[in-house]
């Protein structure tokens, strides 16, 4: 009955695992949620007036399919000074979520016979996307001896004729890698001269803690051929709001804007005023975030340190730890099992992110300094310690 483009399309493993420990707790086992991409953090007290302000006026209808006006205005502002660049609030289209932007631009660039290049270990859905579009996905491999940076020798021999767009994402999820301005110049020239579209996945710029962001955009050969993704959801903790955005070359803006049209006709309109505050309004609760994410992050590596089998390198950005564990002799996908099973610590197997991530583990330090205080008492309890 299913068409085979719909047999493409992948779950997503932190769903998965986070079902599969919701069932244990409803059958009395204590877990702790170290596997969801998402901050433990409320959306900020003046974010949520602004909703109910809006509701309160009546924004509950229908609006314009590009997004708010005044809200493009605020993301082309914001993005533009964040990134050192200027951008017009015609480049910018809003939707339901960063992740319908990734299946927009995927879909309208590529398909059967085409070649798009994403990370590996990379998020989920670039690949089940690439896949449901067609096209033929090319992984790109992110190694921790480099950072989980790429090589860009690599890179360049695995750009075709066929190559219509080459996915990035820094700060990265699962690996907290974060690339450096040799790895975006040599994308951006291969770009040029291959007439390739740049994804720019940078959902989690604000979350760099050892060296400041830096986007692609701004490197030469990539002005015009960069689509930017971003989104609310973890820089204001607003995961269930569901508001991404893109910024685009100009001539992309009105076929991101009929995917919208056909699929979602626009994002939840009180949403939106309620981002137009997130983004005007004050920004401590960001740095607040950020600064309790770094201290978060500097324990749970040095505790990770400490574990027999285990090792785990310092991660430069985003909120996760990707925890070497080669040294177990396990499988990932075994140890990340054990782990839910035996000690009640939800984390995610590093295979579900790609082929190069077996032998990780991937946990979220998106949680309270006592529950990874717990956590790590658990994998001690487990696996031993070395100190």
């Known amino acids: 009955m299913l068409h ?24 009395g086992q204590e877990i702790i949620h170290l596997e969801i991409g998402q901050p ?14 809006a509701l309160a006026d009546g924004h509950t209808g229908y609006g314009p399919s590009q997004g708010l006006p005044e809200l493009r205005a605020a993301i082309a502002e914001k993005a533009g000074a964040l990134r050192g660049l200027e951008f017009s609030p015609d480049q910018v289209v809003v939707a339901p979520g960063a ?28 690949q089940s996307v ?4 067609g096209a033929r996905a090319v992984p790109l491999p992110l190694r921790e001896e480099t950072g989980f940076r790429f090589d860009t020798d690599e890179f360049r021999a695995l750009v075709s004729d066929r190559t219509r767009l080459v996915i990035l994402n820094s700060p990265q999820n699962p690996t907290g890698g974060v690339l450096e301005l040799e790895d975006l110049e040599a994308v951006a020239a291969a770009a040029a001269e291959h007439d390739i579209t740049i994804l720019s996945d940078e959902i989690y710029l604000h ?16 002005d015009g051929r960069t689509i930017i993704v971003d989104g609310f959801s973890k820089t204001y903790s607003m995961t269930g709001w569901r508001l991404g955005f893109a910024i685009l ?8 804007d009929l995917y919208n049209v056909n699929i979602a006709s626009c994002a939840c309109t009180f949403s939106q005023h309620a981002a137009v505050e ?40 985003a909120f ?56 790590i008492a658990r994998l001690e309890g487990l696996l031993g310690k070395t100190r």
């Open 40 to 53: 433990d953090f409320p959306t900020p007290d003046h974010v949520k007036e602004a909703a109910v302000q």
């Open 130 to 133: 690439i896949a449901h579009s």
């Open 99 to 126: 992740k319908a932007l990734l299946f927009y631009t995927i879909n309208a660039l590529a398909g059967p016979g085409d070649e798009v290049i994403y990370p590996d270990p990379g998020f989920p859905a670039y």
């Open 249 to 256: 070359p100009p001539a992309l803006v009105e076929t991101f």
């Open 207 to 222: 979350f760099c803690y050892d060296s400041p962001f830096e986007t692609i955009a701004s490197v030469e050969n990539a």
């Open 278 to 317: 997130a983004l005007r309004g004050p920004q401590d609760s960001v740095l607040a975030m950020v600064s309790e994410f770094r201290q978060r992050r500097d324990f749970l590596v040095d505790a990770l340190n400490g574990i027999r089998g285990i090792s785990c390198a310092p991660p430069g950005g």
């Open 320 to 375: 996760y730890a990707f925890a070497n564990i080669t040294g177990t002799g396990m499988s990932s996908d075994d140890l990340a099992t054990k782990l839910l099973v035996e000690a009640g610590v939800a984390v995610l197997s590093g295979a579900s992110f790609g082929s190069s991530g077996e032998g990780y583990i991937r946990l979220s330090y998106a949680t309270s300094m006592e529950k990874l205080g717990a956590a």
């Open 4 to 27: 085979e483009r719909a047999r493409q399309l992948a779950g997503e493993s932190a769903f998965d695992v986070l079902r599969r420990a919701q069932e244990l707790e409803a059958a």
